[in-house]
Structure formats: structure tokens, C-alpha cells
């Protein structure tokens, strides 16, 4: 039976049954989160890597904004017991801090106050369907 190996994060690699940091992807992986924390948008750090011919995890030099956003959220990357530190905690929350900023920019953190908890929504929407024209009939 073949056995289902797990993906390893692009900055690591395994080394006798252990996962380590890879020097040159973990370069490359500093330079994402610097890159973004410093204005570059996600597309452009992806185009980025295309013109440095940098390979992906997978070892192809194709990236868009999918792989790049993965590894701008991945936890791993501040260490775990599985995976060690590839970086200090500052710079990784200051990616999320953008990242939050930007989605909130583009409209994708709702940013309105909920006025009421979903066990009234039902009463809510009761009321307004007996006040409206319909409800009449």
C-alpha cells in the first residue's frame, strides 16, 4: 500500500524523517511577506516570482495570487512542533494586519454593526413581511 505523503510548506524540507528549514525557499518565503508588507499587492509578488523563474512548492515556477495568499496566511511559518520557525512573529502579523486592511478595502470584512442576534432574525423578518403590501392580502 502506498503511503499518502503530506505537503510540506514552500521554506521547508524533509531531512531524515524531520522537517527542516530550507535556506534558499525560506529566502524566497521572507521575501513574500516582506514584499507584501511593504505595499506589493499579491499579483504583483506572484508576477514577481514568475520573472525570477522561482519554483512553487510543487517545483514548477507557476504562481498566482493562490499559492502567494496561502502562504501569507500560513501559520507554520512561526513554528509548531512539527515545523520550526521560518520567521519572528513581527513580520508575519504585520502581513495579517494588511491582509485584514485589504480585504476590509475591497469590501470583504463586513465592516456594518449587527443590530440584533440570529434567534430574532425570524420575528424580524415576520414584522416586515406583515407591514409590507403583500402581508395585506
Known amino acids: 500500500m502506498k503511503r499518502m505523503q503530506k505537503h510540506i510548506p514552500l521554506g521547508y524540507h524533509m531531512v531524515q524523517g524531520r522537517i527542516e528549514v ?75 494586519d494588511r491582509r485584514q486592511q485589504v480585504s476590509r478595502e475591497l469590501g470583504r470584512i463586513a465592516s456594518r454593526i449587527v443590530l440584533t442576534s440570529n434567534q430574532f432574525w425570524p420575528a424580524v423578518w415576520f414584522a416586515e413581511y406583515v407591514d409590507s403590501p403583500i402581508g395585506d392580502i
Open 22 to 96: 530550507d535556506g534558499n525557499n525560506a529566502e524566497i518565503v521572507k521575501m513574500i511577506f516582506q514584499d507584501y508588507v511593504n505595499g506589493a499587492s499579491i499579483n504583483q509578488i506572484a508576477k514577481k516570482m514568475v520573472e525570477l523563474g522561482v519554483p512553487n512548492a510543487n517545483g514548477v515556477p507557476i504562481w498566482n495570487h493562490g499559492p502567494v495568499g496561502n502562504i501569507l496566511k500560513n501559520e507554520q511559518y512561526l513554528g509548531t512542533e512539527v515545523y520550526p520557525a521560518l520567521m519572528g512573529t513581527e513580520l508575519f502579523y504585520k502581513a495579517q
